[in-house]
């Protein structure tokens, strides 16, 4: 069976770590079929795509729709090398899950609109299928709403022609979306746990997802929210392409 690559932004090691672990639990797979490469720490490798059964684009502290002259060298680099993903990924439409910042670089490359309009705070709102999304075979056994964790400044407000939109919520429309058949991202977190979600909050309490007085109550709050459906569609995507 071939692996799974897991491309990952995140600079600490601990959120790192517990990124690839959580991925891979969810997907129901051993953690050495999930290879993950840390494009934050140098140059992405050569992408040969016969060496996988699919690409996970893991979240990140970047936010791909801020203004250019911002945006440091290292998180250039990794837009430069993701833009390159998505070009071979989408031109063989092959297997592919964004989650969150996968969603933005996805919408940017495919020239949907992604800005700060739809960003939400730290939160498990309710998503919603759209008919389209309930039938697409990687939201299989999904009920129409579930909960899933999101935290993100910016979202796709208005997707390009080349998208389908599989859900949606109150605040952001455009929660997971398909290009082609097999290339989706969500804007929620399906690797998300209350675990994962605590970790998340020790180190991004100033980042701007949510208000740090609010940190123990969202950690407690976590460990009641059952987002469980949420992680079905990591373990689709193992078995569709597994």
Known sequence: MLPFLLLSTRAEDDLAHQEHEAVARHMGVP????????LEAGPMPGLDLGRWAGVIIGGSPFTVSDPPGSKDPVQRRVEADLTAVLDAVVAADFPTLG??????????????????????????????????????PLLEGVPRQFRAWVGHKEAVATPSSG???????????????????????????PEL????????VAVY????????????DIVAAARTTDVSASHRLLARFAVLYG
């Open 31 to 38: 953690p050495e079929r999930v290879v993950q490469w840390r």
């Open 99 to 136: 989650l969150c910042y996968g969603m933005g670089v996805l919408g940017v490359h495919q020239q949907a609109t992604v800005d700060t309009t739809h960003g939400e705070q730290l939160a498990a709102p309710v998503v919603t299928l759209t008919e389209a999304g309930a039938d697409d």
């Open 163 to 189: 998208m389908t939109v599989l859900a949606g919520s109150a605040a952001c429309p455009v929660q997971l979306v398909r290009v082609g058949r097999h290339v989706r991202a969500t804007q929620f977190h």
């Open 205 to 216: 309490a100033h980042h701007g997802y949510f208000a740090p007085e609010e940190a123990a």
């Open 193 to 200: 746990d209350a675990e994962g979600l605590a970790a998340r």
